[in-house]
């Protein structure tokens, strides 16, 4: 199943267009996206059985520019660095025994087609694989963990690398500037992939692919993550795992290339979609 954020209502998104849920559901469900992951069981009894008796639901049509980040506000975003080993070696970094954890602010938050100002003229791109939580995860094991993740997403760790590491670091706020998490074009729900734990990902500047890697090869795979992450804390319906980025970051080339003005930034992962991204100069 494919949940979207179509102008701020939930739907579902199929291949002649989408479903709305309230209107589907004749209110039984409201139309607030973020609302869904609080009824996540019975969203998905319901979406399950849409169409199997009376007439099939009406269809609306998915314009991709009003399609916001499938779960909006969420509680709780969490965001891992240095998961893979090529992004660890291109960082000149050691790949860490735990995850390497921090956050990005949830207002940061953006959907595709997103117009988001360039914060400075060190700007960077990060694509990375998006879990939503779907369940409360309280110290939960990893061989249990994938039953408490709604579906997966394409992200966007935008990061601003002079304001990531100034003052001994801080990497939750340069990576949080306003619209420095695009998330989409839609949540994919785990039982879709053939194998989720090993997804293609990449992501193109202006056309040219920049990064292309798989997730299998993270090193805290999205299982291992929920684990460590809600043997700390519990993980809330909605909330948000940024669960890192391969090589091929503009910091680690020689000379070091960012983001600029005019700039267009295509993240993709197999299963999912592709969500675009444009980059602008401030106050345009
Ligand atoms: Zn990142």
Not at 48 to 60: D, F, K, R, W
Not at 99 to 119: D, H, I, M, N, Y
Not at 160 to 177: E, H, I, M, N, Y
């Amino acid at each position: 199943m494919r949940l979207a954020n179509l102008a701020g209502r939930a739907v579902v998104v199929t291949g002649g267009g989408a479903v709305d849920l309230a209107e589907a559901s004749d209110g039984r469900f409201g139309p607030d996206p973020a609302a869904v992951f609080d009824h996540w069981d019975d969203v998905m009894a319901f979406v399950g059985g849409l169409g199997s008796h009376g007439a099939a639901p009406a269809l609306v049509p998915v314009d991709p520019a009003r399609l916001g980040p499938p779960s909006p506000t969420p509680r709780q975003v969490f965001a891992i660095g240095l998961n893979y080993r090529s992004h660890a070696a291109e960082s000149g970094m050691e790949v860490p025994s735990v995850p390497a954890t921090f956050t990005k602010f949830p207002a940061c938050l953006t959907g595709q087609e997103a117009r988001v100002e360039l914060s400075g003229d060190t700007v960077d791109w990060e694509v990375e694989l998006v879990a939503v939580v779907g369940r409360r995860a309280d110290r939960v094991r990893a061989d249990r963990a994938w039953d408490h993740v709604a579906g997966l997403t394409v992200g966007q760790d935008l990061s601003d690398r002079t304001v990531q590491f100034a003052a001994a670091r801080q990497f939750s706020l340069g990576k949080s500037f306003r619209g420095y998490a695009p998330a989409g074009p839609w949540l994919v729900t785990p039982d879709e992939f053939t194998d989720r734990d090993d997804l293609g990902l990449g992501c193109t500047v202006n056309g040219e692919v920049v990064q292309d890697a798989r997730t299998g090869e993270m090193i805290f795979d999205v299982a291992h993550l929920v684990a460590e992450l809600s043997a700390v804390v519990p993980l809330l319906p909605g909330d948000l795992i940024f669960t890192g980025t391969p090589a091929g970051v503009g910091m680690g080339r020689t000379p070091p290339r960012y983001l600029a003005p005019g700039d267009v930034l295509e993240s993709w992962i197999e299963g999912i979609g592709t969500l675009r991204t444009h980059l602008v100069d401030q106050g345009s």
